[in-house]
């Protein structure tokens, strides 16, 4: 098996294909144990997402015509990446690089781009950094919103996304306690810290394979971005609650819900894709943790809502996940400019849709993982103009930012991915 070739394959099935890179690495590992070689593909394969622009311009710059193969282009990115960015030895990353390709007529081709890029690395990283999309590393039309809806924050989001982002743990409240947990996390030899605004979470100084991870197969720890363990506490649960996460897979959130309160009258999690959602059940049986599973697609309630009121709505829309790049580098490549009115849409048309499910005196949480205003605090301006039984909640809290509705996370902020939440509530 030849890593690099395995690592443009999953590139070519992203940037040709378009499938997400979870997706297009979850194939192609699953017959692979674990190991070096699946830690070198996954390192080059989120590598050349995160850095595309850069390497692409680059790449540009070494050929006379574009290349129309998509393998040899892919297996080009993989070459320059790992002389760029990793600590591959420039000999071997060149050797090995063209042994990959297949092809007869593209290895001198492959081979003079990657010597070539050697001689001239200098002048051609220099030449990246004064073009836009290259110097960030993001299509031009993102950095162009990022810059106009923040100004002042634009160029540290703009770092955050490229960054690679800390390992957060989500305590299992029903099965120990943070502080107990930490010193198991020392025993094993793990460094970690708290985070003061979220009880629940624990940021490691460094990730390690959750196998590592003390009592994890029993369930008492979940891997969770802080900014995501937030919602749980929002939506001021007690018991004989009727609770509904609406978009709920992959069941983070879900899980949290229980683990706060394992009185609830009833939790249902509802998902449009079959597949997501056993994610959820599977995610929730570790954790020894039940709720009500529906598949339901939430701008149609009518076709799977029992007419029972909920009193609390956790409604996690569908989003350009704008607020979670670092995590997902091929947003940058995958999302088109036109995708954010369409899903601004979607959202309105959802939430129009859920409003009704909410019992007089309950409450919903809205949230995204983005940070485009369209889909957030003017998603919510709009709501309540038209629905004049609703009532915004300012969010008091130690982390993001008061908008005018709701409450933003940038990426990098404390650590956290990129959130908005905006607390609804039923008069």
Known sequence: MNTRLVAARVLVNVLQNGLSLTAALDAALQPMAAGKDRAFIQALCYGVMRYFHRLDFILAQLLETPLKDPDVKALALVGLYQLAFMRVKPHAAVSETVSAQKKAWAKPLLNALLRRYLREQQALEQLADQQAS??????????????????????????????????????????????????????????????????????????????????????????????????????????????????????????????????????????????????????????????????????????????????????????????????????????????????????????????PLLATGGRLLYATCSVLKQENEQQIDKFLTSYTDAIHLPINAQWGQQRPFGRQILPGENGMDGFYYALLEKR
């Open 134 to 355: 290259a110097a960030n590393s993001h299509p031009n039309w993102l950095i162009k919103q990022l810059q106009q809806q923040w100004p002042e924050q634009a160029a540290a989001i703009l770092v955050a996304n490229n960054q690679q982002p800390p390992m957060t743990l989500r305590i299992n409240a029903a099965k120990t306690n943070r502080d107990d947990y930490l010193q198991q996390l020392a025993v094993e030899g793990i460094d970690a810290s708290v985070i003061a605004f979220c009880p629940s979470a624990i940021q490691l100084d460094k990730p390690v394979n959750v196998e590592a991870l003390p009592q994890f197969a029993e369930g008492w720890v979940s891997v969770q971005d802080s900014a995501a363990q937030l919602a749980a506490g929002l939506l001021s649960l007690a018991p004989e609650q009727r609770v509904l996460d609406v978009c709920a897979a992959p069941g983070g959130k879900t899980a949290h819900i229980l683990e706060s309160q394992p009185q609830l009258q009833e939790l249902l999690a509802v998902d449009i894709d079959a597949k997501r959602l056993q994610r959820v059940g599977d995610n929730l049986q570790r954790l020894g943790l039940i709720a009500t599973q529906l598949v339901g697609d939430a701008s149609k309630p009518e076709s799977w809502w029992d007419g029972q009121l909920f009193d609390r709505i956790l409604l996690d829309v569908p989003c350009s996940a704008t607020g979670v790049i670092r995590r997902h580098p091929d947003i940058k490549v995958l999302r088109k400019p036109d995708d954010i009115e369409a899903l601004a849409n979607l959202q309105q048309a959802i939430v129009a849709a859920i409003w």
